[in-house]
């Protein structure tokens, strides 16, 4: 039964696109073929339908880290913003918002009138002896 099991499972890639459906068709044949007893198919096809599950994600995954692995070391090298880097339209928007407001804020403060200097202190000559 593991021997089938694994072969089973171990048809390639193209397990990971075979839909529940199609999986207990073709536990249906074996079954026909005689290659498995009835009372096992069932819980053939649970397995079957959970390792192909198991086997794509991983795959997915796998990929996922390394297609983020070669673009992040291109975009350090390109110097080149990555999605994460770059701020939507929204918050750009906001900060916009905020900029105009603080600058219209500073401008309507009445500005204070400068401070008149003092006089310059009389040069006093130094105490002879």
Known sequence: MDDLFDRTV????????????QVEKAVEDMVKRGEVHRKDAQGL?????????????AVEKLVRDEVDKALGKTADAL??????????????????????????KAQARPKAPPRPKAPPKPKTPPPQK
């Open 79 to 104: 110097h080149v913003a990555r999605k994460e880097d770059v701020i939507g339209a929204a918050e750009l928007r906001r900060i916009v918002r905020e900029e105009i407001a603080a600058a219209l």
């Open 45 to 57: 096809v649970g397995q079957i339908v959970k390792r192909g599950d198991e086997q794509r994600k």
């Open 10 to 21: 171990n048809f390639g890639l193209g397990l990971f696109d075979y839909t529940r459906e």
